[in-house]
């Protein structure tokens, strides 16, 4: 059996790594692999594949930005998979769709790719997880100089990378069958604290408090999976622990 990881960033190579690890073939394909999902032949790269699993990304606060990315990026994605036969796991946030963090264009253009990865024809499964916990590094990168970063005010239960990526291997194998799979870490926290813990060098967390409802939403908890979600991996502070040991 044969996947297609589109989007060879952090999520793609821990992707690839889960589907490989169940005896399957897997191509990670991206710009650094000569593949650009908006411009180039998405069913030719797909030729032979059982499935195909979409991890692009485009880190924007602009709602036309990212809608236009994802969008684009699904339709491409989905067409193809349906053209060849394929299987289309598409990988998302949880709580992306909630009309209280709409105001934030990054989720907006997330719903948006959801919608339209429905309409392709293609067999779709969603895999819908709340921010990993390489995403305080990710958010340092980001909206940071150098080893100062603005941190915005977020409740979240962050969930390992690695845990998502073996359920996106279930699915892909066919062990699960849900069209809909969402998956979050065991303990609530904030993107605050998981900054101040990151270890040396660091980062000096600059708290950014966003105003308005998006701001109250995002600290009150609008991105916190709902009661009864699966739970998945370790905590941050477990993570960062085995992180430490390698
Ligand atoms: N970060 C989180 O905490 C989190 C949580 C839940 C879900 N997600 C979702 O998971 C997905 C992947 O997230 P991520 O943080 O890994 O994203 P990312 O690092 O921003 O981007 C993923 C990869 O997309 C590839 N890409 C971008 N434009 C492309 C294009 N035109 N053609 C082909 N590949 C392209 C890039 O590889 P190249 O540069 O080589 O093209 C990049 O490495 C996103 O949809 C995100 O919303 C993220």
Request: charge should be positive; glycine fraction near 10%.
């Amino acid at each position: 059996m044969r996947a297609v990881v589109v989007g060879g960033g952090t999520s793609g190579r821990a992707i690839g790594a889960a589907i490989a690890a169940r005896g399957w073939a897997v191509q990670v394909s991206s710009r650094r692999t000569g593949f650009d999902v908006l411009r180039d032949d998405v069913a030719a790269v797909l030729r032979g594949a059982d499935v195909v699993v979409e991890a692009t990304g485009r880190f924007t606060t602009s709602r036309r930005r990212a809608t236009d990315f994802f969008v684009r990026s699904t339709t491409a994605v989905g067409s193809a998979a349906a053209a060849v036969g394929a299987r289309h796991v598409l990988l998302s946030v949880l709580g992306c769709e909630r009309p209280e963090v709409q105001g934030y264009g990054y989720f907006a253009g997330k719903a948006a790719q959801e919608r339209a990865a429905a309409t392709t024809g293609a067999e779709l499964s969603v895999v819908r997880s709340t921010q990993w916990h390489e995403f305080a590094e990710q958010n340092a990168e980001r909206f940071g100089v150098g080893r100062v970063a603005l941190v915005p005010a977020m409740t979240i239960a962050p969930v390992a990378l690695t845990a998502v990526a073996a359920v996106v291997a279930e699915v892909v194998s066919g062990e699960r069958r849900e069209r809909c799979v969402e998956v979050a870490g065991p303990r609530r926290t904030t993107l605050l604290a998981m900054t101040e813990s990151l270890p040396a060098p660091g980062v000096r967390a600059l708290p950014l408090r966003i105003p308005g409802r998006l701001g109250r939403a995002f600290r009150d908890g609008a991105l916190l999976p709902d009661v009864g979600t699966e739970v998945v991996g370790p905590s941050f502070d477990e993570w960062l622990t085995a992180r430490s040991r390698h």
